[in-house]
């Protein structure tokens, strides 16, 4: 005889996780990026790695590195050129291939500002000097977060030399 219907089931059939957003990039150091990214759709099979690719070429034609992550969404990006432009992008993996890649989000990483403006020398006796300057006109791409001043006891530097770091908040 005929008994009561079964319940529905469905099977989900595993495909290539969906492309993964374009990354986010940080300035972290000199040299340095942080990347990350939210992790894709995996589109029933885990996703087991991820790579970042990285260059200088915005069409990725040449000079690429890649990273793979794991399953981890982050790479610190380090040994970058300065006062270049960075193009990164990252793909995911899982058992059925590659998802697409990411589109690219791009980076300046900034060079060394120019020469800040002549010191001016103010005296507040008996025993205060007082030093200001103004902004170097070209800050390297990024903002100025700290000057050095030395001062000496003879104009060419080369004997009881002494520094201070005065650092900037904002």
Excluded: C, H
């Excluded at 990214?37 to 590195?65: C, H, K, L, Q, R």
């Excluded at 990411?102 to 060079?111: L, V």
């Amino acid at each position: 005889g005929w008994g009561p219907n079964s319940a529905a089931s469905s099977r989900v059939i595993p495909n290539v996780p969906n492309t993964p957003a374009r990354p986010s990039l940080k300035f972290r150091a000199p040299q340095e990026l942080s990347a990350s990214w939210v992790a894709p759709g995996n589109n029933g099979a885990t996703i087991t790695n991820y790579v970042v690719e990285y260059t200088t070429d915005s069409s990725f034609g040449s000079g690429v590195t890649s990273k793979s992550t794991g399953t981890t969404t982050s790479l610190s990006i380090t040994g970058l050129a300065m006062d270049k432009t960075w193009y990164v992008r990252v793909y995911a993996t899982n058992s059925q291939g590659n998802s697409g890649k990411s589109a690219s989000t791009s980076y300046a990483i900034p060079t060394k500002p120019g020469a800040p403006g002549t010191p001016t020398l103010t005296i507040s006796p008996p025993t205060t000097l007082s030093v200001s300057w103004t902004a170097p006109s070209n800050n390297g791409g990024a903002a100025v977060t700290e000057y050095t001043v030395e001062w000496a006891t003879n104009s060419s530097f080369t004997s009881s030399v002494k520094k201070d770091v005065t650092t900037l908040s904002t």
